[in-house]
Each structure stands twice: as C-alpha cells, then as structure tokens.
C-alpha cells in the first residue's frame, strides 16, 4: 500500500486579534530564520563547517532567556523550530545544488519590508471545512477545501501580496496499488519555454489565458515602476500587481489540475523526465541566448512545468496511473529514437532535425518524448524483475545512463563534448 502527499489550500479569514498573532507568529519565524542564518554565517567564517539544526535549535532554548527576546517565549515554540527546519532544508537544497553544479541560491535574509510573511507549524492541524485549528489561536475562519478527515503532518501559513492569509495544510491518504500490466504507456516531454508533448504526437500549450494575464502583468509592473517610491499610488499600484499575480497563479493552478488529471484518466502508465534541471533551464545566460530577452517568461513555464510533474504524481496514484520519473541529465533529446545514435550537439532553437546515421527526420519534442517513454518502459520491465512494489511514483533507476540502443561509450563521449 502506497502513501501519496496532497496539499489543501485553504484561505483564511481571522479577526483584527487574530490577523495580529499571525503577524507575531511570522515576526517569529522571520526573527529566527535571520538569527539562525546570522549564526550559520559567522560559525562558517569562524570554523568552516556548518552549525547542524539540532545544534541551533539548542541555541535558541538560551537565546530567547535574554531581555531583547523575551516577546518570543510567548510564541509557540513549533513555530520557532519550524524556522530552524526551513533554514534546514534552505542549506541542505543549496548544497545539493553545487554538488550538481547549479548555482547554488543560498538562503538570504528575511526583511520585513519584503512583505513575504509566513510561517510553518510541523504538527497535526485541524481543518473541519469551515475552520483551521491553529496552535496557540485557536479556531481561525477558513474557505476553500474540502475538509480533512485523516490528520494533517504540517501546516504552512502564508500572507500573500494582496495582504490575505492562506494556509496550505500536508497529509498523506494511503492508496491503492496502481494498475501495472503492459498497457500502453505515454511519454511526456516537457521543456521549459515551449509546449508539452506527448509520445503519442499530441503537444499541449499553457493556457491562452495565462499568457495573456502575463502581458496584463507586464503592463502593471511598468505601471508600478512610474510611480514615486514610498507614495501612496506606489502602494495602490503594488496592490493591483500583487492582485493579478495572484490572479496568474490561480490560472495557471487551475490548468495544471486539469491537464494532469486528463493524462493520468487517459494513460495507465506515465513516463516523464525530471524537469527544471537540465543545464540550459538552471543557466541565465542561455536563457536569454534561447529566447532572447524572455529569459524570465523562460523561467515562469519552468516552474509551471515542475507543478504539473507534480499534480500528476499526486493524482496518478489514486487514478491507478504509474507515473514513472526518469532523471534529467539523460540526453532524450538529442538521441535518435529510431537508431539511438546520439548527436554531440543540438542548438536550443533547432526544432527540426536529420538523424546522421539513419537519416529519419525528428521532430524535437516527439522524438524526445519517444525516448522518454522507451526509458520508462524499460526501466519499468527492469524493476518488476527486481520483484519491487510496483505502482507508486518513484524516481527510478540510478546507476545505468543509457538510452534504449544507445552504447554506453557513444553516450559518454557525447556528454564529455557537451
Ligand atoms: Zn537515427
């Protein structure tokens, strides 16, 4: 029996009193984010090595005894450890990523004025549909899901640009074991920038109405940029921009959900590519080689990408879909589908290709899609000898780097020359 994570996002609508202890809470988790990154940094400076969570999390219990600090001690001490646990795990993604040889994005400063308040509570949370039980301040008003019947893991509170509070409430549903026979199998190519396409032939593009929301958003943040800065217009046109990127998120949430219950209702068995980190997605500067100066619109489909992989893990499971998860540095697409002969090179922006060996003309998405789902599909033939649970999402296969009829050797001479 499998676990699947779910998310429910839920708005808040707390009283003046209670509006105030979730700002204190989010001062909290603000004040200790900084004072435990303060620490980090200059127990680095000092020793070279890294002060560990729990070591922090022993700091804080003296910390807070001083007389600057005593207004914490009236804060839910799971709210101060859930900072500790962010700055955690902000370190540990940051490390992950030099190792890969990412640019690493290591954690900053919280301030105030940059408006981002939230805080996470790692416990169970109670939702009946109306309310949210928050540790500390009880019942707060709540719209927007369904209520929850198993209990939560954690809880994250958050206030968005507009000023209204949200919670985003964790738990996990056991589920049935998905349907494994040999039934036909899509894969998905996702690329940042451009549509999604399918195995099968078909390309799905983002919603016509993101993209138009997007140049609304343009026009809105210019509108931002003409105004005097600190002037009450700066903070009536910050508010409209904060109103419509919320509005594009909703958008873009809303085509997600529905793109990927679509493919996990059609397709048995998923086969897609980690998305998000393949070298030109993580690099600025062939970004805006690839779209010009629309290396940020680049960016914003990337991570459309990556909450579209995700609600498709999430539903799959439940919809007795095997969505299988194949790692991003393989080089599905600039291998042959039909031969396996693998190119050194394939320029971003070429969409049409001549296969050298065997002469087939690829198109780029298709052909990688192709490769995606012949990975998947061998993979998956692989692991059910290995005698392993089938079903779950997982990422599988580690060790082995090849393509389907692709040599080993051919391979790693390609990517040595990329
Ligand atoms: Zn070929």
């Known amino acids: 029996m499998a676990n699947a994570h779910r998310i429910e996002r839920v708005r808040l609508y707390p009283t003046a009193a209670q509006r105030r202890q979730l700002e204190n809470y989010a001062g909290a988790h603000r004040w200790t984010w900084n004072w435990a990154l303060a620490a980090r940094e200059a127990h680095f400076a000092a020793h070279e090595t890294s002060l560990s969570y729990y070591e ?61 308040a939230s805080f996470e509570i790692p416990a169970e949370t109670r939702f009946d549909g109306h309310r949210v039980k928050i540790p500390g301040i009880g019942w707060v008003r709540a719209r927007g899901g369904r209520a929850i019947a198993m209990s939560t893991t954690t809880a994250r509170y958050f206030r968005d640009g507009v000023g209204d509070w949200w919670a985003a409430l964790r738990y996990t549903v056991p589920l049935a074991d998905a349907d494994t026979s040999e039934v036909s199998a899509i894969g998905v190519h996702l690329e940042p920038g451009h549509a999604m396409t399918l195995s099968t032939g078909e390309t799905v593009n ?19 940029r003409r105004t005097q800065p600190g002037s009450g217009n700066r903070r009536r046109a910050r508010r409209r921009f904060a109103r419509a990127t ?15 219950r679509r493919l996990v209702d059609i397709h048995p068995r998923l086969v897609m590519q980690e998305p998000g980190t393949t070298a030109h997605a993580n690099d600025p500067e062939s970004q805006r080689a690839v779209w010009g100066g629309r290396a940020r619109r680049a960016r ?74 012949s990975v998947g599909v061998r993979e998956d033939a692989r692991s059910e000898r290995r005698r392993e649970a089938p079903g779950d999402a997982k990422r599988l296969w580690t060790h082995d780097k090849t393509l389907a009829g692709a040599g080993e050797e051919r391979l790693a001479s390609a990517s040595r020359k990329q």
């Open 56 to 116: 922090q999390n022993r700091a804080l219990t003296v910390r807070q005894q001083q007389p600057d600090t005593v207004w914490l001690t009236g804060i839910p001490r799971r709210v101060k450890v859930g900072a500790l646990r962010d700055l955690d795990k902000a370190y540990r993604a940051a490390f992950r990523r030099v190792q890969r040889g990412e640019r690493p994005g290591f954690p900053r400063f919280k301030a105030r004025k940059r408006g981002d």
């Open 206 to 224: 983002e919603s016509r109405y993101v993209s138009r929301s997007e140049r609304k958003l343009r026009c809105l943040k210019r509108a931002v």
């Open 246 to 260: 919320r509005h594009i998120a909703n958008q873009r949430r809303d085509w997600q959900h529905q793109v990927s």
């Open 300 to 373: 914003i489909s990337d991570a459309t990408w990556g909450g579209l992989t995700r609600l498709i893990r999430e539903k799959a499971v439940s919809a007795g879909c095997a969505a299988v998860m194949i790692p991003a540095e393989m080089p599905t697409d600039v291998t042959c589908c039909r031969c396996g002969h693998v190119r050194a090179t394939l320029p971003e922006l070429v969409n049409i290709w001549l296969c050298e060996q065997c002469g087939t003309l690829h198109e780029r998405g298709m052909n990688a899609a192709r490769n995606i789902l």
